[in-house]
């Protein structure tokens, strides 16, 4: 599938576009030619497809390399190494697992270019749809609400990954690309909020989507994020604030905990009741080696996290990357969520299964994107066509961003409750009610349980200050790691007006 052609900076100038209509459900898509920029953007359905593409983005994980930022973060955090064949078969993966980073070494361009496409695109639907003359108003707001939601969505990424990044809020000419500057996280941060805002204000924006609209953001899923993005700046004195934001989605009733925590991460629970904001992929693309670079709407961590040649039951052989560490396998011994979260190589191979140990092996391998031989692509190439989505934000997540926010404000009754709940799903007793630091310290190891490699334990870590302790043994270094460096790629497109980060 083609892409907006963009240049290398990320902060990007269209050159022309590739537009795709949908197929069966709102992200696959199939490409239908070519048009003229100049000449498109007068319709709803030629705006809608630029949306897409726009959403599209979410999906990429080959841009200038693996950079699938699933897997990456699970690699920075103590959940899980970078694995492989060897060290030298991903070094970028490697330098993030042992924090060896350099400007030139790591996923930092390929994530840099995902972010600034993901806004240039974001930034072309909210020019486009305000001139055009021929759509509805209400097509208008939400169109304006999705593409907000969007542009707030890659930015957190980036500040988080980056610290200090430019921040655009509309299409640069020619002449304005290679000048840009970064702002503080605390001007980025500030944007996030006001385009999240925004997006909740939109009466247009629904609560539910149809069948045929799965994936695309709804009201929920923006307060949700909105509740998040306050928590993630760690500012003591708003954290009533993002418990209150967090609690509407709570409150809502439109979410719930799946019953059985086994039943979430599988192929036939999409879009289930925990899902509050979830990254579609599709296995029906048919995708090949030729196009494997953001082209085949697969989900490539899928294929990263299998066991290299593996040869057994239930699981399709993958390339062993991401193997969980000792440190997570023994946190969840004794736990019921531990058979849904790892895959215990042993006792596979004690079933008579073999693979090939790869690098950093430890015995252990991801559950929760497993590729399941059922699940397999029956056409182009399988290992580029897993249709397994990203549930980038679901309701125990929730609960624990608002018992973690209620706990930190001193408003122990919500937080205890909530915690419990997200314990009592999976049969563990509830705890009869910490208090203060006690507390804290109890959703904190709750989060790193629950959620262990979804990708959220790095920047759990760091936005605490616990990344010190915790990944000191790793290479963590503090006042440096907590972000990567700018690629100096970027660097030298602008002639200095970047400036690296700190250490680097």
């Known amino acids: ?46 705006i809608f497809e630029a949306l897409v593409a726009t959403y599209d983005v979410l999906q990429w994980g080959g841009t200038s390399g693996w950079t699938m930022k699933l897997g ?5 955090s103590d959940d899980t190494y970078a694995g492989g064949s060897d060290a030298s078969d991903q070094p970028s993966w490697v330098a993030y697992d042992n924090f060896t980073l350099n400007p030139f070494l790591g996923p930092q361009l390929g994530l840099w270019q995902k972010g600034y496409s993901g806004i240039y695109r974001a930034n072309l639907v909210l020019q486009k749809v305000e001139e055009a003359e021929s759509i509805s108003e209400g097509f208008k707001a939400r169109t304006i609400a999705e593409a907000k939601f969007l542009r707030a969505f890659f930015y957190f990424d980036l500040v988080r990954l980056f610290g200090n990044v430019p921040l655009i809020t509309s299409v640069l000419s020619a002449d304005e690309i290679y000048t840009q500057t970064q702002a503080n996280p605390a001007e980025i941060y500030g944007q996030i909020e006001q385009d999240l805002r925004d997006v909740r204000a939109t009466f247009e924006l629904p609560e539910t989507v149809s069948a045929d609209e799965l994936g695309r953001i709804t009201q929920g899923a923006a307060t949700a994020l909105l509740g998040k993005v306050i928590l993630y700046q760690n500012d003591e004195g708003r954290m009533a604030e993002a418990a209150g934001f967090l ?55 899928v294929q990263f996290f299998g066991m290299r040649d593996y040869v057994g039951p239930i699981y399709s052989a993958g390339w062993s990357f991401c193997p969980v ?3 997570l396998a023994d946190a969840l011994q004794n736990d019921p969520r531990f058979e849904h979260t790892i895959v215990d190589g042993n006792a596979l191979k004690n079933q008579g299964a073999s693979y090939t140990v790869g690098y950093q092996n430890t015995d252990y391998f991801i559950r929760k994107y497993a590729g399941l031989e059922e699940n397999r692509a029956l056409d182009g190439e399988p290992a580029l066509n897993w249709g397994t989505n990203v549930r980038e934000i679901r309701l125990a997540d929730v609960l624990l961003m608002s018992a973690e926010a209620h706990a930190r404000a001193g408003n122990n009754g919500p937080a205890v409750s909530y915690l419990n709940q997200v314990r009592q799903r999976v049969g563990l007793q509830p705890l009869p009610g910490p208090t203060g630091q006690a507390l804290i310290d109890a959703i904190y190891k709750e989060r790193q349980l629950e959620l262990a490699t979804e990708g959220h334990r790095f920047f759990d870590l760091v936005r605490t200050g616990r990344a010190t302790a915790e990944l000191a043994d790793q290479g963590f270094v503090a006042g440096k790691n907590e972000v990567l460096p700018i690629p100096q790629a970027e660097i030298d497109l602008t002639e200095g007006n970047l400036v690296q980060n700190n250490g680097y």
């Open 1 to 46: 599938m083609k892409k907006i052609t963009t240049y290398t900076l990320g902060i990007v100038l269209i050159l022309g576009i590739s537009f795709f209509s949908c197929t069966k459900d709102f992200l696959e898509l199939e490409p239908r030619g070519t048009t003229l920029e100049s000449s498109f953007y007068q319709t709803e359905d030629e």
């Open 72 to 76: 990456l973060l699970n690699a920075a």
């Open 247 to 301: 609690d509407e989605v709570i409150n809502s009733g439109l979410y719930a905990l799946e019953l059985n925590f086994g039943d979430i991460f599988k192929l036939e629970n999409e879009f289930g009741p925990e899902s509050v904001f979830e990254i579609n992929y599709s296995g029906n693309q048919r995708g090949g080696w030729g196009n494997f670079s953001n082209g085949t709407e697969g989900n490539y961590d």
């Open 325 to 327: 560490t000792e440190k």
